[in-house]
């Protein structure tokens, strides 16, 4: 009898890189000519380029439903905001899916501020604008030259933050017009138009809060913002004769995912302990640098706090005409339901008339009689609807 056997499974598919391997921009500090370039990285070659976990690059997938953030590794900072995402090392930045067309822009601000060289000094505190608005940190402000991986941040941040004012500012000059559109005229168009305009309302400030919470949190953790040194890390590591947790030198087929995410949750445990003695930089730079952007990111959110309580007022003056349109429909209603019952009791007495029955009233010769009779039904409805209305308008049922 025949035995089949299954080839045992390998854990990766490829030897040469793991997983499919996609297309990163990278941009480095070198101001060469080959300062960018696009590279076809796979999972695998990236965590063994910059020592960062799996979750940590899941992260950086825009089809996952990831929470934004900006995480320091210990060779690498993650930054997945709104409208950036991108791994920064000590001497290159790598952004995924460069042909993005939401993506292109900030490959271009990275190459035009990283790739020749520039040296962006530490921002100043932000300034406020004639308009009361705090205005982006300037360049060279503080006259003392930004590490690398801070200087690929700041970009990362100012098109973060860039974005979604400009989104705002948008929606701010479309909003106005629309919502006082509404309020002159009551119609299915302009309600649609503004249920659409809330809808935007409620996304760019649900990213704009995320932002903005994320750089909170940096700005409250002095841990995290110690983490973020990775040229200070570098220095440290080599004058201490220290080795990062990640072998670059290992072969593809070597590489474990699972245990190496295992061996850094246990490694993260045990420098949380100590990493008050192992490593303690000075984040007065990267402080002054989130505390900008913390405030430029805050005024874009009073922004759309203002505009979403614009529409909430206006919501509330709709909610208002539409109340007095109903009451008017109701009293109206009242008026006629009135009238009805007096003509009502004017033909009982009507009726009343018809009845085969004998009384004086038929033996009559006179036909002033007739009209004499149906004077008198209409003159006693019209008193009793006059006499209605007086107790309407006096008790407060009619205006």
Same mark, same amino acid.
């Given at each position: 009898?025949?035995?089949?056997?299954?080839?045992?499974?390998?854990?990766?598919?490829?030897?040469?890189?793991?997983?499919?391997?996609?297309?990163?921009?990278?941009?480095?500090?070198?101001?060469?000519?080959?300062?960018?370039?696009?590279?076809?990285?796979?999972?695998?070659?990236?965590?063994?380029?910059?020592?960062?976990?799996?979750?940590?690059?899941?992260?950086?997938?825009?089809?996952?439903?990831?929470?934004?953030?900006?995480?320091?590794?210990?060779?690498?900072?993650?930054?997945?905001?709104?409208?950036?995402?991108?791994?920064?090392?000590?001497?290159?930045?790598?952004?995924?899916?460069?042909?993005?067309?939401?993506?292109?822009?900030?490959?271009?601000?990275?190459?035009?501020?990283?790739?020749?060289?520039?040296?962006?000094?530490?921002?100043?505190?932000?300034?406020?604008?004639?308009?009361? #608005?705090?205005?982006?940190?300037?360049?060279?402000?503080?006259?003392?030259?930004?590490?690398?991986?801070?200087?690929?941040?700041?970009?990362?941040?100012?098109?973060?933050?860039?974005?979604?004012?400009?989104?705002?500012?948008?929606?701010?000059?479309?909003?106005?017009?629309?919502?006082?559109?509404?309020?002159?005229?009551?119609?299915?168009?302009?309600?649609?138009?503004?249920?659409?305009?809330?809808?935007? =309302?409620?996304?760019?400030?649900? #990213?704009?809060?995320?932002?903005?919470?994320? =750089?909170?949190? &940096?700005?409250?953790?002095?841990?995290?913002?110690?983490?973020?040194?990775?040229?200070?890390?570098?220095?440290?590591?080599?004058?201490?004769?220290?080795?990062?947790?990640?072998?670059?030198?290992?072969?593809?087929?070597?590489?474990?995912?699972?245990?190496?995410?295992?061996?850094?949750?246990?490694?993260?445990?045990?420098?949380?302990?100590?990493?008050?003695?192992?490593?303690?930089?000075?984040?007065?730079?990267?402080?002054?640098?989130?505390?900008?952007?913390?405030?430029?990111?805050?005024?874009?959110?009073?922004?759309?706090?203002?505009?979403?309580?614009?529409?909430?007022?206006?919501?509330?003056?709709?909610?208002?005409?539409?109340?007095?349109?109903?009451?008017? &429909?109701?009293?109206? #209603?009242?008026?006629?339901?009135?009238?009805?019952?007096?003509?009502?009791?004017?033909?009982?007495?009507?009726?009343?008339?018809?009845?085969?029955?004998?009384?004086?009233?038929?033996?009559?010769?006179?036909?002033?009689?007739?009209?004499?009779?149906?004077? #008198?039904?209409?003159?006693?409805?019209?008193?009793?609807?006059?006499?209605?209305?007086?107790?309407?308008?006096?008790?407060?049922?009619?205006?």
């Amino acid at each position: 009898m025949a035995t089949l056997t299954t080839p045992p499974r390998r854990r990766h598919a490829a030897a040469g890189g793991g997983a499919a391997a996609g297309e990163w921009a990278v941009v480095s500090a070198a101001a060469a000519g080959d300062a960018w370039r696009v590279e076809a990285i796979g999972k695998h070659e990236l965590m063994r380029r910059t020592g960062l976990p799996a979750r940590d690059l899941r992260a950086l997938d825009p089809a996952l439903p990831c929470p934004s953030g900006v995480v320091g590794r210990d060779r690498a900072v993650v930054v997945n905001l709104e409208r950036a995402r991108a791994v920064i090392t000590a001497s290159e930045v790598l952004v995924p899916a460069p042909r993005d067309p939401a993506v292109a822009p900030l490959v271009a601000d990275l190459r035009a501020r990283l790739a020749a060289g520039a040296t962006n000094a530490s921002p100043a505190p932000p300034q406020e604008d004639a308009a009361g #608005g705090a205005s982006p940190p300037t360049p060279g402000a503080g006259g003392k030259a930004l590490p690398f991986e801070f200087r690929a941040l700041e970009v990362c941040l100012e098109f973060a933050c860039k974005s979604l004012e400009q989104e705002a500012s948008m929606l701010e000059k479309e909003a106005y017009p629309a919502l006082d559109a509404l309020t002159s005229k009551v119609s299915t168009l302009n309600l649609e138009h503004v249920r659409k305009i809330k809808s935007r =309302l409620v996304a760019i400030s649900g #990213g704009v809060h995320k932002v903005r919470d994320e =750089l909170e949190h &940096l700005l409250d953790d002095d841990a995290d913002m110690a983490d973020m040194h990775l040229s200070e890390k570098l220095v440290y590591q080599a004058s201490a004769g220290q080795s990062s947790r990640f072998d670059v030198g290992k072969g593809p087929g070597e590489f474990d995912e699972e245990r190496e995410d295992d061996e850094i949750e246990r490694e993260e445990e045990d420098d949380d302990d100590d990493r008050s003695t192992a490593f303690t930089p000075k984040i007065d730079e990267l402080e002054n640098l989130l505390e900008a952007y913390f405030v430029q990111i805050d005024g874009t959110l009073n922004k759309l706090s203002t505009l979403r309580e614009y529409v909430e007022d206006t919501e509330d003056y709709i909610n208002i005409m539409l109340d007095d349109k109903q009451n008017q &429909l109701l009293q109206m #209603g009242v008026v006629l339901s009135t009238a009805t019952l007096m003509i009502t009791c004017a033909i009982v007495v009507t009726g009343v008339f018809g009845i085969n029955i004998h009384i004086a009233l038929f033996r009559i010769t006179d036909t002033n009689v007739f009209w004499e009779a149906t004077g #008198g039904m209409i003159a006693g409805a019209a008193a009793l609807f006059a006499t209605a209305m007086v107790y309407y308008r006096k008790n407060g049922i009619l205006r």
